[in-house]
């Protein structure tokens, strides 16, 4: 991904949810992506992983009125199911580290 889409992906993750964990994972992480691709992006309350985030709806309307001209996927770990939970551990990679509440 661009330095440029990466900035706009930071900043927006660091305005809406500066407290969460945030991991990219998908075809964008792993290469098999192409240029139409959307970025998908998991967060996660570090300190209680099973606990939904709030705020999400927001971010969300927050990327799709930005200049980013790819789709991006969020997802709440608290949500998914743990197959899918292993299956993005194995191929993560770390967009934003989450700062204590």
């Known amino acids: 991904?661009?330095?440029?889409?990466?900035?706009?992906?930071q900043t927006l993750?660091?305005?809406?949810?500066?407290?969460?964990?945030?991991w990219a994972?998908?075809?964008r992480v792993t290469g098999t992506g192409h240029a139409?691709?959307?970025?998908?992006l998991v967060?996660?309350?570090p300190t209680q992983l099973d606990k939904e985030t709030s705020g999400l709806g927001r971010l969300m309307e927050?990327?799709?009125e930005s200049n980013l001209p790819i789709?991006?996927?969020?997802?709440?770990?608290a949500r998914i199911p743990e197959h899918f939970r292993q299956e993005i551990e194995r191929t993560h990679v770390v967009v934003q580290a989450g700062k204590p509440e």
């Open 1 to 9: 991904m661009p330095a440029a889409y990466r900035a706009i992906v």
């Open 13 to 22: 993750l660091s305005q809406h949810l500066p407290h969460v964990e945030v």
């Open 25 to 27: 994972y998908g075809s």
């Open 36 to 40: 139409a691709s959307d970025l998908d």
């Open 43 to 45: 967060v996660r309350n």
């Open 62 to 64: 927050a990327f799709s």
């Open 71 to 77: 789709r991006v996927d969020l997802t709440d770990w």
